[in-house]
């Protein structure tokens, strides 16, 4: 999966969920921290 406008990553963990790659593109670098964050805790 591609999600470019990828906010706090909620793509990401449904991919994962879905045993699917994604790749994030997140402008925000706050978001894009939280979304590092977020898939550490799941991984
Ligand atoms: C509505 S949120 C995305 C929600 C996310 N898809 C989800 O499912 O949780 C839109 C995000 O796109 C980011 N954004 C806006 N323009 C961007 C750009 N040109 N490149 C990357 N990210 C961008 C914003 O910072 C914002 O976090």
Known sequence: ?????AGAGTTGL???????DATLIELNADYAEMARVRLASTS
């Open 14 to 20: 449904i991919a994962e969920q879905m045993g699917r």
């Open 1 to 5: 999966m591609l999600d470019p406008f």
